[in-house]
T-cell receptor
């Protein structure tokens, strides 16, 4: 199993540009998450999904959109990039029938907006 | 909502010594407390977790203790090795689907 994979690894965007961060997991997990990690800080939840077709906002959703059309994929969309979105983005997945369980993280995407 | 505070922010120990990292949380309904290790350039990886029906859990050189009354939990690493050097994060659930993470502790183990 590859686990959780993310593309791209690095990206530089200009202010106002758009992009999609890709996330795929091959563990048949029902839950998937997007976090951002600012320098020296913990992870903050942007959006999560409890299954295909179901998404919900986390702690810091403004400026982002997600979709979950399949169990495996959970892309994160930035529509109008702003310098405040410069961060490292991590996708994670977990399997749960009730409550929170171990989350498996991808390697991250380092995004710079200038 | 859940507020997770983690101390210290940096910790430097000599190889072979013990390291302790502490976290407090605010939501008394929280029932799951994981610890993650993040190496440079990688995503966090779970190293140990504890549920609220136990007070302590051990896995070789690492252990986690939980005090539900005081709403704090701690990570203990014994006989530290240079490969333990990393950033460690605690977390606590905000609701059934959302985790709140501490700000992290950068542990350095000096050979």
């Amino acid at each position: 199993n590859a686990g959780v994979t993310q593309t791209p690894k690095f990206r530089i965007l200009k202010i106002g540009q758009s992009m999609t961060l890709q996330c795929t997991q091959d563990m048949n997990h029902n839950y998937m998450y997007w976090y951002r990690q600012d320098p020296g800080m913990g992870l903050k939840l942007i959006y999560y999904s409890v299954g295909a077709g179901i998404t919900d906002k986390g702690e810091v959703p403004n400026g982002y959109n997600v979709s979950r059309s399949t169990t495996e994929d959970f892309p994160l969309r930035l529509e109008l990039a702003a310098p405040s979105q410069t961060s490292v983005y991590f996708c994670a997945s977990s399997y749960s029938t009730s409550g929170i369980y171990e989350q498996y993280f991808g390697p991250g995407t380092r995004l710079t907006v200038t | 909502g859940e507020n997770v505070e983690q101390h210290p922010s940096t910790l430097s120990v000599q190889e072979g010594d013990s390291a302790v990292i502490k976290c407090t949380y605010s939501d008394s309904a929280s029932n799951y407390f994981p610890w993650y290790k993040q190496e440079l350039g990688k995503g966090p990886q779970l190293i140990i977790d504890i549920r609220s029906n136990v007070g302590e859990k051990k896995d070789q050189r690492i252990a986690v203790t939980l005090n539900k009354t005081a709403k704090h939990f701690s990570l203990h690493i014994t006989e530290t090795q240079p490969e333990d050097s990393a950033v460690y994060f605690c977390a606590a659930p905000y609701n059934n689907n959302d985790m709140r993470f501490g700000a992290g502790t950068r542990l350095t183990v000096k050979p």
